[in-house]
């Protein structure tokens, strides 16, 4: 069955990116006399490009996983996944876009190690501390690094989706074992560049502070977000009479997929914390002193919302399956993981002087409305049930 885009949902986003643009504007108009303002600006492009870009990042790690693991019950649902991944090259530009902003126009006010005044130990600002970082931390390393991350990653998804499409035109079970074979081969890939990027691009806001934990901190919240991007994109399209062969058990897997991986980053988020608090080493506690001094209220009710809400409302089989719970608990869960970022990067830039307001409001309504209408038009440029995956007879009588 072919997907095509409503006139409602082209004027919801159309709307979206319409209110987006006004209240940006408005932010803009209303705080441009703040010496904070730059800063804050790049705060919020680097907060939402990576954002959205880590949900179509999401969605290709979570197909190579079903790749790999030589899944049957995703089948009904691949296109779906798809069709998220397929954000993942506009994700890639927009961040890009914003690196290159801060690299060249005011990246010491968010990454602290690319004023060279930092290295120079004849500068009255040289930090010893960067600068015994500085073999890493410079900036053409960094976009050597960024540059590799963001090739491998348009390279697999560009290989996927044209066997995804050739597959439906020939059949057969050659392409499937290539995915296979290529799944495997980027969940390597993906096991070092999910952590290595997280430490560029966000941990290394707070030069001073470093975590083992925190790439797959990053990783978990990444997961969740983007599960919850595939249950509501499923149910939205059920709604819509589309995705006769999805059926309750189907549901009940992405929701089950949700609560496992909001499980996850609550596990990691208090391992995290937990182990920086007994230790109590002043280097460390750093990074959470400035958070719970300045964020205290945000931080906390993430956790709790991120943690309480998937256990106390969906550990039921039938909350799993329920369209209107899994909408309203998955919207509060990606939001919830929206404010973790905000405060990963706008604590370690901005500190006690970062602000939630209409301009924040503002950005990240109208990438919303950007991300959903490219998704939408992702789902058009394929039938939504692949014709010829091996699995596919395994995934339309899947029950459970």
Not at 237 to 252: E, T
Not at 285 to 313: D, G, V, W
Request: aromatic share 18%; glycine share 8%.
């Amino acid at each position: 069955m072919e997907f095509s885009i409503s006139k409602k949902a082209k004027t919801v986003t159309t709307a979206l990116m319409g209110v987006g643009l006004l209240f940006t504007a408005i932010g803009i108009f209303t705080s441009i006399s703040d010496h904070h303002f730059a800063t804050r600006l790049l705060v919020n492009g680097l907060v939402n490009s990576f954002f959205f870009f880590a949900l179509g990042l999401g969605a290709l790690f979570f197909l190579a996983l079903q790749y790999a693991t030589e899944t049957g019950w995703y089948a009904s649902v691949k296109r779906i996944i798809e069709a998220v991944a397929g954000f993942l090259p506009y994700g890639m530009g927009i961040l890009a876009l914003t690196l290159l902003t801060i690299t060249f126009l005011d990246g010491a006010h968010i990454y602290s190690w690319m004023d060279p005044e930092m290295t120079n130990p004849a500068s009255h600002h040289y930090d010893e501390i960067i600068d015994g970082k500085s073999a890493y931390l410079n900036k053409p390393f960094f976009w050597i690094r960024t540059i590799l991350y963001m090739a491998v990653y348009f390279i697999f998804l560009r290989g996927f989706r044209m066997r995804s499409l050739e597959e439906d035109r020939i059949g057969g079970t050659e392409l499937h074992f290539k995915n296979y074979r290529k799944g495997a081969i980027f969940l390597v890939f993906f096991a070092v560049f999910s952590s290595t990027s997280s430490w560029d691009w966000l941990m290394s806001i707070d030069v001073h502070w470093f975590s083992t934990l925190f790439g797959w901190y990053t990783f978990a919240g990444m997961w969740c977000s983007t599960m919850v991007v595939l249950v509501l994109l499923t149910l939205y399209l059920k709604s819509l009479g589309y995705l006769p062969k999805v059926n309750d058990s189907h549901i009940h897997d992405l929701g089950k997929w949700t609560f496992a991986t909001s499980f996850l980053w609550s596990y990691l988020w208090f391992s995290q914390f937990m182990l920086i608090w007994y230790a109590n080493i002043p280097e460390e506690t750093t990074y959470y002193l400035m958070r719970i001094e300045n964020f205290k209220f945000i931080y906390f009710a993430m956790f709790l919302i991120n943690f309480s809400f998937p256990m106390l409302i969906l550990m039921s089989r039938d909350a799993k399956r329920n369209a209107g719970i899994l909408s309203f608990v998955g919207l509060i869960i990606l939001t919830g993981h929206w404010f973790d970022v905000y405060v990963m990067v706008a604590a370690g830039s901005m500190g006690a002087g970062a602000k939630l307001g209409i301009l924040e409001l503002g950005i990240a309504v109208l990438f919303v409305g950007f991300f959903i209408r490219v998704i939408l038009v992702n789902l058009t440029k394929s039938p939504l049930t692949p014709v010829n995956h091996p699995f596919l007879d395994e995934s339309i009588h899947h029950e459970i």
